[in-house]
C-alpha cells in the first residue's frame, strides 16, 4: 500500500471508530441529565422554569462533547490536512 | 442547498462574487443579509411603534421577543436587564435569525463556518472583562487569584477553553445538520429531509439560546461574584 491507501484506509476508520465511542459517554451522561431533570419537576411543579433553563444549559455542554468527536470525524473525512499533504506528494513525485 | 457542496465542509470556501482581491465568501454575503434584515425590521418597526394600547402585528412581535429575552436576562443576573440587553439581544437574534432561514433554498447559515462562530465566541471573550471591570473596577481582577495565586493559570485556561467550547458548539451542531440534510437528500430524497428540516429550526433555535445564556452566565459570573462576598463579609 502506498502511503495515500494508508491515509484514506486509516482517516475512515477512525471517523467511525471516533464517532461511535464519542457518542456512547455523552448518550449516557445526557440520559441521566433529563431522568433527574424530570423527577425533580414532578417533585417541584413549581421550579419547573429554572429545571428547564438549567436543563438546557446542561445538555449543551454534555452534548458538546459529541460535537467534539463530530467534528474530528469530519475533518478526517472532509477536510484531511494528511490527505492533501501526501496527495501534493504523490502528484509531484 | 446546492450551494454548498458535500465535500465543503465550510460556506467560507463558497466564492459568491468576485471583483479583484476582493472575495465576498458565502459566509460575508449571508451575514451582511443578515444585519440587513435585522436592522431593517428594527428601523421599520421602531419607528412606527407606539404606546398606545392598539399596536400593529409587527410591534406585537417586537414586544415578545423582547420581552422575552428581557425576562430571560433578568432570571439570570436577578437585576436590571437593560444592562445587558444590548449585547445578549444582539447575540441571540444574529444567531436565532441565522439558524432559522435555514429552511430558505439556497441560503448556507454563516453559523455553519468556524470563522463567524469564533468571532462571536471572541465578543463574549472581551465582554467578561469589560462588564466584570465597570462593576468591580480591580476587584475583577482579585477573582483570578482565588482561592490563592496559584489557581491564576488555571482560571485563564478556563476563560480560554470555555471561548473554544462556545465557538465548536455553535459552529459543530449547524455544519453537522447541515452535512445531515446534504447526505440525507442523497439517500432519501423527498419525505425525510423535511423532517429534519423541521428538527433543525429547532436545533437552532436552541444552539442560540444556549449561546446568548451561557455568554449572559459568564458575565453574570464575572459581574457577581465579588458583590456577593461583600455582602457576606460585612458584618
Redesign the interface.
Known sequence: MDSLTVVAFASIITAGVTMALGAIGPALGEGMAAKHAVSAIAQQPDEK??IT?TL??SL?MI??IA??C??IS??LI??NPFWDHFAVLAKGG | MEILR????SPDQVILFQWGFVHVSATLAYTWLIMGILLAFALLVGRRSTPDVKITRWQNLLEVVVGGIRE?IH?ISQEDPDHYMAFIGTLFLFIGLSNLLLIVPGYVAPTASLTTTAALAVTVFLAVPIYGISRNRMGYFREYFQPTFIFFPFHVMGELTRTL?LA??L???I??HD?VIAILLAVTPLFFPVVMHALGLLIGM??A??FS??AM?YIASATQAHEEKQHTGKP
Open positions: 422554569n429554572t433553563r438546557f444549559v449543551a452534548e458538546s460535537i467534539y463530530f467534528v469530519m475533518i472532509f477536510a | 458535500l465535500n465543503q465542509i430571560q432570571e467550547a465548536i458548539r459552529f459543530g451542531n455544519m453537522s452535512k436552541v444552539q439560546y444556549i445564556i451561557l452566565v
